[in-house]
Antibody, heavy 117, light 107 residues
Framework: EVQLVESGGGLVQPGRSMKLSCAASGFTFSNYGMAWVRQAPTKGLEWVATISYDGSSTYYRDSVKGRFTISRDNAKSTLYLQMNSLRSEDTATYYC??????????WGQGVMVTVSS | DIQMTQSPASLSASLEEIVTITCQASQDIGNWLAWYQQKPGKSPQLLIYGATSLADGVPSRFSGSRSGTQYSLKISRLQVEDPGIYYCLQGYSAPPTFGGGTKLELK
């Protein structure tokens, strides 16, 4: 059974940093691209970043470029999202997802990130 | 960026009724479209990929279709467990973009 379990969320002040983790199991992690998708409170879904199966390629939405870094450790089957210079508009539930090239087939339960002073 | 215009924004339907939700793409995206269902407090669940292919474990009352740049999700006989918010997603070109969502309620 595919499982994606996020951790690392919470309350953070504007301008500070936070790192999310996603522990994957139930599939060969190193064979799949992975992505982060977020959802602001009462809002819709928004893609954030994608990383290729081997970590050699990364992609970001414009609003997080230069501030967020997606990475992975295939030996640990873990995905990361380093978020720097956080803004109030980054407040959202962040979902770890498995990327099937043009859609996301498995999602974690999500982790809440609140950016507020 | 490709815009996905989803309609209606909300709808109310009765048990056993046929429900149709649509997404209009701002340009050709081929069959690179997926549909998701999200229930309150839960993560989205994949229903349809490739515009028409049913994801594993999804009931056969769900189906997807395409007409040009318009995509539809049909629920053939609405069941009590089907209310939630439905989203479409285009993966044809970066960045992947979601529709605004359709909130489906039971009448």
């Amino acid at each position: 059974e595919v499982q994606l379990v996020e951790s690392g969320g919470g309350l953070v002040q504007p301008g500070r940093s936070m790192k999310l983790s996603c522990a994957a199991s139930g599939f060969t992690f190193s064979n799949y691209g992975m992505a982060w998708v977020r959802q602001a409170p009462t809002k819709g879904l928004e893609w954030v970043a994608t990383i290729s199966y081997d970590g050699s390629s990364t992609y970001y939405r414009d609003s997080v470029k230069g501030r967020f870094t997606i990475s992975r450790d295939n030996a640990k089957s873990t995905l990361y999202l380093q978020m720097n210079s956080l803004r109030s508009e980054d407040t959202a539930t962040y979902y770890c997802t498995r990327d099937e090239a043009y859609y996301f087939d498995y999602w974690g339960q999500g982790v809440m990130v609140t950016v507020s002073s | 960026d490709i815009q996905m215009t989803q309609s209606p924004a909300s709808l109310s339907a009765s048990l056993e009724e046929i429900v149709t939700i649509t997404c209009q793409a701002s340009q050709d995206i081929g069959n690179w479209l997926a549909w998701y269902q999200q229930k309150p407090g839960k993560s989205p669940q994949l229903l349809i990929y490739g515009a028409t292919s049913l994801a594993d474990g999804v009931p056969s009352r769900f189906s997807g279709s395409r007409s040009g740049t318009q995509y539809s999700l049909k629920i053939s006989r609405l069941q009590v467990e089907d209310p939630g918010i439905y989203y479409c997603l285009q993966g044809y070109s970066a960045p992947p973009t979601f529709g605004g969502g359709t909130k489906l309620e039971l009448k």
